[in-house]
Structure formats: structure tokens, C-alpha cells
């Protein structure tokens, strides 16, 4: 049964990279036909409106590139779960976080930034895992922060093993009950599974309102 | 301005064909392939200074398009621009001889600068060769052209 769990999972991240690379041939046609109408009323001395459609497609080269930049993150994310086990750089990993977590962190008013302490160092690990225990915990924080905060995300070396932190730059709605649910609530529980699978445990650095999740250079495939 | 000869290999014809139109307003020759066979074909009628090739094609595959032309056509330079992107390929691609491996989409000024600077590669070493040779040295120019072809044999 998990095997065939997997081989779904593949196969969904399969189909979707093969759409991700279509949806990049629709963008850089439309890249082009815009160029090309830019190009021709460049060179045009008498066309109407010359200064509306000079003014306007610009803007539509910006939502391609938007589009491109959201289509090559996605198609990222589609090669996640290629490997059940494989060697994952966890500043690209964290930067990735960042991109993705984007338009969460933005409906509620806060600030993901990637932390000057970004390392690019590499691990053997499970990187689906990775990427859900990292965004359970950025939902986790975003779920019990108040507006306007700022969570800074980077990786590092730390003792024998590796870590990523998420620091909470700014006020928790209840810092109390966030104490309290750490150790009690079911999407803490649940985040400490995904974590425990990774041969990890998820920490909550209080002092210094810092999660860090404390990951091996390599993860072995009992872990799970 | 020198004009410069460019095959355009894609097999999205909107694609293609309007960037086409695009290089043509800048002055400079465009030609479309729509696959790896009708590339060949092309390059057998009319050898082109540089070629933009995509990677994924039905039939024969940009690498192996590059392939051929490494090893048909050394002097041609070729320039990847693809929608897949992973640095596996590239690296593929650039051990093969590719001169550069661009993302689509591409930035029209981007592509031209790259394609400028393949275009000028192509003629740095028989530029030198030909000084050599109009100051009578004429076994210097063939050692420097004999150099630039055995590198080329080199790299595939």
C-alpha cells in the first residue's frame, strides 16, 4: 500500500512537470507576439494610441514573467518527489519555502524573508517529507501570528547534523496558548511525525522565538 | 552591422515563427526548423553561423541535433533555449559544445547578445589565422586553424 502511495505521487509530479513545461512554451509564445507588437509599434512613427499600447505592453511582459518565474517554481516542485530518498541542498530548499510561502504569508500581512544565514549545504533525505515539514511549520507560525511580523528563513550546520529555523520576527496572537500547544496541539503531533521521519525533531527555540528543525547529513529509509 | 545567419529550431511554430519576425526586424537572417530532421536538412542546404535549438522535440531530440552539428558542422555555434531546464541537461549540453543554454522565455535582447557573442566566437581564431596569413605567416595561421579544429574534435 505505501508503495502504491508512492508510485501516485510520482506519477502526479510526473504529469505535472510535462504540463509545467507546455504551460512555459504558451509563455514564451505569448513573450514573443508581445515583443513583436512592441517591436512594430517601436518602428511605427504614425500609429494611434502609440503611447497607450507603449504603456501597456510593458505590463503584460511583467505578468509574463510573473508567470514564468510561478511556472518554473511549480515545475521545481513537480521533481520533489522523484526520489523517495536524495540529496536535497537546503538553501535551495529554504529559498524554494520562501517562493512558496509567498502568497500564505502575504494574506496575512507578514514578511518571509530568507535569512543572511542560508547555507548551501547538501543532505541525504527524504525531500517530499522535508518540503511538508518546513511548510507545516511556516503554517503552524502564520497560523498564530498577528499581522505585519516577519519570519526569517535559513539553514545552517549544527553540531553533527544539520538545521533549518524559521524566526518569528513579531508579536504571536497568544504567546500562552502557542506554549501550550506546542505540546499538546494535533497539528504540532502531526508535525512531529513528518519530522520524526526525517530522522528530525522539530524545536521550538523559545528564548529566541526560533523553530528549528535538527536534520542527519543522511536519513535512513527505515526512518518513516 | 554584420548580418548574422540564424536557424531557429522549435517545434512551437508560434513560437518560432515570431521570433523569427522579431530577429528579421533587427537586421539579421532567420530561418525556422520545426524538428531535428528538417534542421539537418537545413544545415545540409545552407550552413547558418548559429542555431537556437530546443531540447525536447518529436523525432530527433535537440541533443542529438547538437550532436550532429558539433560533428558535421563545427564552425556552426549552437545555442540551447528550452523549457527544461535541469542542470543535468546542461551540463550535457554544454560538454557537447553548446555555446550557451538559455530558459525560455528568453528576453529578445538577451538572445541577440548571446547570439552576437557565439557569432564572434565562431570567427576569433580564424580572425587571428587570417592576420598571420596577410603578414605572410602562413604556417602560423594553418597551425592556429589546425588547433581550433582539433578542439572542436575534442569536445565530442
Known sequence: MPENKDNEIVFIGK??????HEIKNVLASIKELTGLMDDLVAMSDDFPLKDKFQNVLPRILIQIERGAELTKSFNTFSHVPDKKIGTVNLGEVTAHIVYLGQRFARQKNIELILSDSNSSVEIETKPLTLYMALFYVLEFLLDRMNNNGTIKIGSGKQDDGFKINMICEGELTNREEFIREIQTSKDWVFLQSISHSLGSNAEFDEPNNSFVLLLPSVVYSESS | MEQIKILLVDDEKEFVETLADRIKLRDHQADVALNGEQALKKLDDQVPDVVVLDLKMPGIDGMEVLR???KAYPKVQVIMLTGHGSEKN???????????YLQKPVDIDTLMKKVKLAYKSKFEKSMVAATFAEAGEFETAKDILKEDEEKNQNKK
Open chain 1, 15 to 20: 504529469i505535472t512537470a510535462s504540463i509545467t
Open chain 2, 68 to 70: 550532429r552539428i558539433r
Open chain 2, 90 to 100: 546542461e551540463e550535457e549540453a554544454k560538454k557537447l559544445g553548446a555555446f550557451e
